[in-house]
Structure formats: structure tokens, C-alpha cells
């Protein structure tokens, strides 16, 4: 946040304008953020660990984590778990947020985005699924299709909720010009 602090204090950045994305671990950071303040506009959790107690149970590359990761099991050290979990801050979100992942994914199941999908559902913040039928965790990587479609649901999304495409502002100068 001081760094987006600092881009906002040059003039690079627009407070009113701020949206963030994520995948994977990036998801994770994403998800966190929303949790923790509102002061973007949108964002995009793609294919993050939300839950690491599932996490760790269902991934392909979870049981190799507890070793490394956590001071026990799950069912031993369950609030460790918790506290990083970003699923423990979505009663703090208001930022809406698109949900996505795709259909194979092993790495950070399916069902670690639908959860986040689902609690954010239930607490009346909008938000929208994309699951990528057949893509395992490099969404993109596989077809230029898949790719695209990515590309094109995340500026659907930040469209959506960007107040000057909203009141049919122009794009922002860039910082100099």
C-alpha cells in the first residue's frame, strides 16, 4: 500500500482509479488486500489459496506444504491456518471482485475460488466466476483462446466499475504529458 501511496503522491497514479489484480500467490495478495481496505475500485482474485486447511488437504502440491509452511496439521494448528487465510477477511470486503480459475486446476483447486466466490455472493458484493473449461493452473498457457479470454474478462470487469468509462470521461493523461 506505501508504494501505491508513493505513485498516488507523484501524480502517477489516480486515487479515484485504483484497481488490482492477482493470480496464484498474487491471488493470494489480492484477496488479502480486498479484505483489508476498500480503496479499489475492482479487483480480480485469479486462482488463489483462500483456505489453506483445504488447501493443503486437496492441491497436488499441498501435503508438501505443511512441513514447510505451518507448525503442524491442520486439525492441530487450525487458527495458524486461519489467520492466513484470506478466506478469515472476506467479511471485511466491499471491493468488488471478479473470481477466477481454471475448470483443471490442481495447484490452487477449483474450489478455493468458489469458495471466495461463494462468501462474497453471500455477503452481497458483487462479483462474477470465470472458470476456464479444461485450463489447469497457467490458465493462459495452454491456447491463445484461453488467453484472450482472460485478457478480455479482467477489462470487461475493471470497465465495469471505472468511474470515468462510467460518466464517458476520456482515459487519464499519462504522468508528464
Given at each position: 500500500?506505501?508504494?501505491?501511496?508513493?505513485?498516488?503522491?507523484?501524480?502517477?497514479?489516480?486515487?479515484?482509479?485504483?484497481?488490482?489484480?492477482?493470480g496464484s500467490?498474487?491471488?493470494?495478495?489480492?484477496?488479502y488486500a480486498?479484505?483489508?481496505?476498500?480503496?479499489?475500485?475492482?479487483?480480480?482474485?485469479?486462482?488463489?489459496?483462500?483456505?489453506?486447511?483445504?488447501?493443503?488437504?486437496?492441491?497436488?502440491?499441498?501435503?508438501?506444504?505443511?512441513?514447510?509452511?505451518?507448525?503442524?496439521?491442520?486439525?492441530?494448528?487450525?487458527?495458524?491456518?486461519?489467520?492466513?487465510?484470506?478466506?478469515?477477511?472476506?467479511?471485511?470486503?466491499?471491493?468488488?471482485?471478479?473470481?477466477?480459475?481454471?475448470?483443471?486446476?490442481?495447484?490452487?483447486?477449483?474450489?478455493?475460488?468458489?469458495?471466495?466466490?461463494?462468501?462474497?455472493?453471500?455477503?452481497?458484493?458483487?462479483?462474477?466466476?470465470?472458470?476456464?473449461?479444461?485450463?489447469?493452473?497457467?490458465?493462459?498457457?495452454?491456447?491463445?483462446?484461453?488467453?484472450?479470454?482472460?485478457?478480455?474478462?479482467?477489462?470487461?470487469?475493471?470497465?465495469?466499475?471505472?468511474?470515468?468509462?462510467?460518466?464517458?470521461?476520456?482515459?487519464?493523461?499519462?504522468?508528464?504529458?
Open positions: 500500500m506505501s508504494g501505491i501511496d508513493a505513485l498516488i503522491a507523484q501524480g502517477i497514479a489516480d486515487p479515484d482509479r485504483l484497481y488490482l489484480t492477482g500467490a498474487g491471488g493470494i495478495a489480492a484477496a480486498i479484505g483489508l481496505t476498500d480503496r479499489f475500485k475492482a479487483a480480480v482474485v485469479a486462482k488463489p489459496v483462500v483456505n489453506w486447511v483445504s488447501k493443503v488437504l486437496t492441491a497436488d502440491s499441498g501435503i508438501g506444504q505443511i512441513a514447510n509452511q505451518f507448525p503442524g496439521l491442520p486439525w492441530e494448528t487450525t487458527d495458524d491456518y486461519w489467520r492466513r487465510s484470506p478466506l478469515s477477511l472476506v467479511g471485511n470486503v466491499e471491493t468488488p471482485t471478479l473470481m477466477m480459475v481454471g475448470g483443471a486446476d490442481l495447484r490452487t483447486p477449483r474450489a478455493e475460488t468458489e469458495q471466495y466466490y461463494s462468501a462474497l455472493h453471500l455477503n452481497g458484493v458483487p462479483t462474477r466466476l470465470v472458470v476456464i473449461p479444461d485450463s489447469y493452473h497457467g490458465i493462459s498457457n495452454s491456447r491463445p483462446s484461453r488467453l484472450l479470454t482472460k485478457v478480455a474478462e479482467i477489462l470487461r470487469w475493471f470497465e465495469e466499475y471505472d468511474p470515468a468509462a462510467q460518466s464517458g470521461g476520456s482515459e487519464p493523461e499519462a504522468a508528464g504529458e
